[in-house]
């Protein structure tokens, strides 16, 4: 998982949406002799059997439960404005507990068991949740809030294990890094590679790490000309302030925070720089107008890759099992899966076309792909308010559980699905 930054700012209200023409459909698969057959004589035959697997899995997925994260009987000590209905802004799955956080700062959490609401985590009538973290190093959700009574400015973290959710006890957690100020500019970053956390206090300019385990404090950097940090496995970038012509960088070591290289590398004067991150021991630097450089911090060789053709992207994420930097990803990195809608203005699209793809990131092929013309008739669709076309048309976050091989997507609705076999 990529390091998850939360800053103290206003949440920006945001939902990235893909684009993408219809694909054509896959072979169909006559029986099981003709799948083996293929596999048999790949020219890839583990990458071709898992392919196959993955389509297997995904081949008869159907809507299964849905979940309404508003409620305004329950929500009725909550501040008015966090009771309105809004759009789900993110899911996280925990064992057999979703948890879904809507736009306005509501948070429930759902039981896969019951199938039943367990509770709401908003501690009080003014928290607005901005975001979550499922710690798995200890079993508990970590949410991160700000408050009416503070003016909604410092973020506040709190962490409550599992099980005590699990029983509808979410007051039972306690609060982390109450001694931090977390105002604006300031932030948390959850690192669940490193197991570390990340915060800065722009009060006095301190950057402080502490282990994800206990969250006791491992060190601290206190100083003012320290712009941006990066987080890459075993190691974090120092982005000092720009100079003239360069612009001065650390790389330390992320147990203990030593010094492992400094250096300055060299810039086009007044341009500015569109972003610098690291991905192991290479530094991707981007100017304004300029080509892509890619530096190695090891022997300081570099290449550079044409501004034709790299486009600036808005974020990045890295995989590093497989040495690429991609967008959505499975912890294994091995699948893509992302939710596609089609362009209103293209009359060749067809009619509900919106669809949930799973993709080989090596090929970047369609394994399966749900869509509302693609499922079966729904058993039970009386218990749904939405039909599996509505559920799919408007989706607002996306999360996939590995381990029970389910997909939860959030409408603007705020109604939560669940798709599985």
């Known amino acids: 998982m990529e390091a998850r930054r939360v800053s103290a700012n206003p949440r920006p209200s945001c939902v990235r949406r893909v684009l993408a023409r219809k694909r054509p459909k896959p072979e169909a698969s006559a029986n099981s002799a003709r799948k083996l057959q293929r596999r048999e004589i790949s ?106 009574s503070e003016n909604f400015s410092a973020l506040r973290c709190r962490t409550t294990p599992i099980e005590y959710i699990r029983r509808a006890k979410p007051d039972a957690g306690f609060p982390l890094f109450e001694t931090e100020s977390l105002k604006w500019p300031g932030f948390v970053e959850f690192d669940d590679v490193n197991g570390k956390v990340l915060t800065y206090s722009a009060q006095d300019s301190t950057y402080k790490v502490f282990d994800l385990k206990n969250y006791t404090l491992v060190y601290s950097i206190s100083d003012k000309n320290v712009q941006e ?46 972003f610098i991150e690291q991905f192991n021991e290479k530094l991707l630097i981007k100017q304004e107008g300029e080509n892509l450089q890619i530096l190695d911090v090891r022997n300081f060789q570099s290449i550079e890759v044409s501004r034709s053709e790299f486009v600036t992207p808005s974020a990045f994420i890295f995989l590093y099992e497989m040495q690429l930097f991609l967008t959505f990803r499975s912890r294994n990195q091995d699948l893509i899966i992302s939710y596609c809608k089609a362009d209103p203005n293209d009359p060749s699209s067809e009619e509900n076309a919106c669809s949930i793809n799973i993709s080989e990131i090596l090929t970047g092929k369609c394994l399966a792909k749900i869509k509302a013309g693609s499922l079966c008739k729904q058993k039970n669709s009386s218990k749904f ?20 091989e389910e997909i939860y997507t959030g409408n603007r609705q705020g109604f939560l699905h669940v798709w599985s076999n």
């Open 43 to 148: 020219a890839l035959p583990c990458r071709a059997f898992s392919a196959s697997t993955t389509r297997e899995r995904f081949r008869n997925i159907q809507l299964q439960e849905e979940f309404d994260t508003h409620d305004p009987k329950e929500m009725g000590a909550l501040l008015p404005y966090l009771i309105k209905r809004s759009e789900i802004i993110e899911i996280v799955g925990a064992s057999d507990i979703i948890f879904a956080l809507s736009q306005s700062g509501v948070c429930a959490a759902f039981s896969r068991v019951s199938n039943q609401r367990i509770c709401f985590l908003n501690g009080r009538p003014d928290e607005v949740i901005r975001s979550l973290f499922y710690n798995k190093n200890n079993d508990s959700l970590i949410t991160v809030s700000v408050y009416g």
């Open 385 to 404: 308010q939405s039909t599996p076309s509505e559920a799919l048309g408007d989706i607002t976050a996306l999360y996939y559980d590995e381990e029970r």
């Open 229 to 274: 940090i990066k987080i890459s496995p075993g190691i974090m970038l120092l982005i000092y302030s720009r100079k003239k012509s360069c612009i001065p960088l650390e790389i330390l070591s992320i147990e203990d925070g030593k010094c492992l290289k400094s250096f300055k590398h060299l810039l086009h004067r007044n341009k500015k720089v569109d």
